[in-house]
């Protein structure tokens, strides 16, 4: 079949784009910047917030949109393809949820009211409701052929954010290491690779409708989370310290020094979505632990460059000398 890929060389987008090419498909990207990556697909290179007149009276059998942050991107895509783009898959987020009732919810648990009309700008407090928005937009526009893949955290190669990765490194190195908060606090996580395999299958089945896009099942904590990398990249002597999350707070840290933390925001609770409606149409359901094994062989062949996110060594060795010093 033939695909458009709207943003498809980065992270995410690249792992679709990589999929949609193994499983044989036609595949044309739209993104803004020239690259070597995926030469056995078609590049328009064009940003998508300017003129589309690229796509022309061309037509696809399905549209995948990894990039849409904004409603107005939707609605500018549905205008330039005219009807011509087949299925529209869009990828939105578990950041959409309200704070669930408990764990093992679905698709239907209520999410928060979508984005104000005049809000054009994606921070921490928008993007969720901007992520409604833009489904709410997508069904209206696209109806019947319209797929909202919801994710959570994503994790695998490539990964520019680093949060994921930024754990991986720091077991890897071994030693004392400041584990935040509560281990039992629910996460959940979904490997880029499974990711686009999933997009890949909905739109070749035809499918419609909205799905997360998690894993593992539930209940499935930090604490897990850790003792998986642990189990796969920890040498001899490493050790976790788990260490209050209101003292953590109190002396200054949140979920931007600590990636993948809660930092106290009640809306950990949607880190525990259920999977079923997805495993049931195709989602695979790859281990922590072998991603983490897959992630670090990547990592020895192609170190990161620059620091990532996490406390510095310095930082971290500080915490945890005051916590053990506290009483």
């Known amino acids: 079949m033939k695909i458009l890929l709207v943003g498809g060389t980065r992270f995410v987008g690249r792992h679709i784009a990589e999929a949609a090419l193994r499983?044989?498909?036609?595949?044309?990207?739209?993104?803004?910047?020239?690259?070597?990556?995926?030469?056995?697909?078609?590049?328009?290179?064009?940003?998508?917030?300017?003129?589309?007149?690229?796509l022309g009276a061309r037509g696809w059998d399905a549209t995948i949109?990894?990039?849409?942050?904004?409603?107005?991107?939707?609605?500018?895509?549905?205008?330039?393809l005219g009807g011509r783009g087949g299925r529209y898959l869009v990828i939105s987020s578990t950041s959409v949820y309200?704070?669930?009732a408990g764990p093992g919810f679905d698709e239907t648990s209520p999410t928060v009211p979508p984005a104000a009309a005049d809000v054009a700008e994606v921070t921490n407090d928008t993007y969720g409701p901007l992520k409604v928005s833009i489904e709410l937009l997508a069904r209206e526009l696209f109806a019947e052929q319209a797929t909202v893949v919801r994710p959570t955290y994503v994790?695998?190669?490539?990964?520019?954010?680093?949060?994921?990765?930024?754990?991986?490194?720091?077991?890897?190195?071994g030693g004392e290491v400041l584990a935040p908060g509560n281990p039992d606090d629910p996460i959940q996580v979904v490997d880029a690779r499974d990711l686009g395999e999933?997009?890949?299958?909905?739109?070749?089945?035809?499918?419609?409708?909205?799905?997360?896009?998690?894993?593992?099942?539930?209940?499935?904590?930090f604490g897990d989370l850790l003792a998986d990398i642990a189990a796969v990249v920890a040498p001899a002597g490493t050790s976790?310290?788990?260490v209050d999350e209101r003292w953590l707070l109190d002396q200054g840290e949140s979920d931007s020094?600590?990636?993948?933390?809660?930092?106290?925001?009640?809306?950990?609770?949607?880190?525990?979505?259920?999977?079923?409606?997805?495993?049931?149409?195709?989602?695979?359901?790859?281990?922590?632990?072998?991603?983490?094994?897959?992630?670090?062989?990547?990592?020895?062949?192609?170190p990161p460059e620059g620091d990532g996110p996490g406390l510095p060594a310095l930082r971290e060795s500080e915490l945890l000398a005051a916590w053990h010093a506290r009483d």
């Not at 994790?155 to 190195?173: E, K, L, N």
């Not at 739109?203 to 539930?218: C, L, M, N, W």
């Not at 079923?276 to 989602?283: D, E, M, N, V």
């Open 257 to 302: 020094t600590i990636p993948l933390w809660g930092g106290g925001d009640p809306w950990i609770g949607a880190n525990a979505a259920s999977p079923t409606r997805s495993r049931a149409a195709g989602l695979p359901s790859r281990s922590v632990q072998a991603s983490v094994l897959e992630l670090s062989q990547q990592l020895a062949l192609v």
């Open 198 to 221: 999933f997009c890949v299958r909905l739109v070749e089945d035809g499918i419609g409708g909205t799905f997360h896009a998690v894993t593992p099942e539930p209940p499935y904590s």
């Open 23 to 54: 499983h044989g498909h036609e595949l044309t990207l739209l993104h803004r910047t020239a690259t070597d990556l995926l030469p056995d697909a078609e590049h328009l290179l064009v940003d998508r917030d300017g003129d589309l007149a690229v």
């Open 98 to 100: 309200a704070e669930p």
């Open 155 to 173: 994790i695998g190669p490539w990964d520019y954010t680093r949060r994921f990765t930024s754990w991986v490194q720091r077991i890897a190195a």
């Open 240 to 242: 976790l310290t788990w």
């Open 65 to 80: 949109d990894v990039s849409a942050y904004l409603p107005g991107q939707v609605q500018s895509i549905h205008d330039a």
